[in-house]
Structures are given as C-alpha cells and as structure tokens.
C-alpha cells in the first residue's frame, strides 16, 4: 500500500489552523497512524486508529478518516509543533508511511 | 517509563555484516512486538522489520529480504537485526520501536534514540 501525504512542506505562523493530508493507495480501514518528528530527534506517535490520541497528545491534535483519506489537524500552532509530520499504515504488511509534511514557520 | 536503548551502529565496509541491538525496559518485553525502521540522511521513515511478541512471526521489507534477520530474546528483554551484505544505501539511523500490541500489525508507540550505520570504504 503506497502512503501519500501532501503538501510536502507548509510556512505556517504560530497560532494559526493547519490542516495535513495523508491518502492510501488502497483501504486501510482505521489502521492509520500520525507521527511527529523534530531534527535529531526520534519519531513519537501522536494519533492511532486515525483518530485516538496517543498518551500525553495535547487535545490540539486531532486525526480523522477512515478508508484512504485521513487528515491531521492542529487546531492552533505551538512553537513547539513546528516538525515533520508522517503518516503510517498498519493494516497490512509490509507497512508503509508517507514521505512526511514539513510544517515550518 | 519505556526506554529502547540501541547499540551496534557504526562505520563498516561495503559487504561487511553488523547486529543492531536494542535493550528494552520499562514494560513487559514479552507481550509485544517489535520493529525497527530507519531514516537514511535527509530523508523519510522506512520500515525495516517486524517480530511478534513472540517471535515466532517475522515480516521484513520486500527489498531487505534475505539481508536482513530479526530476532528477539524475551529472556534478556532485547531485539536483535542481523544485517549481512551490507551497501552503500543502507547507510542509516536504525531506530527500534515497540509496538502498541503483540501482533504485527500495530502503530510504534514508543521508539528509541537510534544507532547510525554508515556503510563506506
């Protein structure tokens, strides 16, 4: 299942709405995972099962979707949410992510 | 708290073999799987490999197969990869993450810091 997000790269300002996509080439059902990624840093899962919060995810963060297109939402950016972003699929092997969304300021 | 310690990256030569590890604490190892996935420089997350909780199920990436072996020791609570013929394009973080439940087919809730395999001459 090749995994597809867009927009590669976002210029955003703290404080505002940011909207990421992530599309299945094929259905994965729920089985879609959000991770965030800074430099030098492993990834941490943010968002499972497309829309459940992982534990210690601030409620600014909410995934939605189902089938192939799912969407990650950050209500209003932090300082700390400027990363890469990446989606997973785990529905099936081999699993895949997407090639990430760069949110920048 | 869950800490994944990894070990055994390094500079080794094209063709050489090399065995990642990764020392678990903080939960109970035997009960879920595990993976690793790595990051080549500038570049996105790729899985690598899977083992079931008990290590009797392995998946790998279609293009490492028959390179790369996982394995696991839930007596000593550590994941293995066991990588021969090594080549340039392997050159890479390699991070291990545990994954939410024993099945292969999970989402990485916890990842460690990563050990860096550089294959050059």
């Known amino acids: 299942i090749v995994v597809t997000q867009s927009p590669g790269t976002l210029s955003l300002s703290p404080g505002e709405r940011v909207t990421l996509s992530c599309r299945a080439s094929?259905?994965?059902?729920?089985?879609l995972a959000w991770y965030q990624q800074k430099p030098g840093q492993a990834p941490r899962l943010l968002i499972y099962?497309?829309?459940y919060r992982a534990t210690g995810i601030p409620d600014r963060f909410g995934g939605s979707g189902s089938g192939t297109d799912f969407t990650l939402t950050i209500s209003r950016l932090e300082p700390e949410d400027f990363a890469v972003y990446y989606c997973?699929?785990?529905?099936?092997?081999?699993?895949?992510f997407g090639g990430g969304t760069k949110v920048e300021i | 708290e869950v800490r994944l310690l990894e070990s055994g990256g390094g500079l080794v030569q094209p063709g050489g073999s090399l065995r990642l590890s990764c020392a678990a604490s903080g939960f109970t190892f035997s009960k879920y799987a595990m993976s690793w996935v790595r990051q080549a420089p500038g570049k996105g997350l790729e899985w690598v490999s899977s083992?079931?909780?008990?290590?009797?199920?392995?998946s790998y990436a279609d293009s490492l197969k028959g390179r790369f072996t996982i394995s696991r020791d839930n007596s000593k609570n550590t994941l293995y990869l066991q990588v021969i013929g090594l080549r340039g394009d392997h050159t890479a973080v390699y991070f291990c993450a545990k994954m939410s439940r024993g099945s292969n087919t999970s989402p990485f809730d916890s990842w460690g810091q990563g050990t860096l395999v550089t294959v050059s001459s």
């Open positions: 099962g497309a829309s």
């Open positions: 083992i079931s909780d008990t290590g009797l199920r392995a």
């Open positions: 997973q699929q785990y529905d099936i092997s081999p699993l895949t």
């Open positions: 094929e259905s994965v059902s729920s089985n």
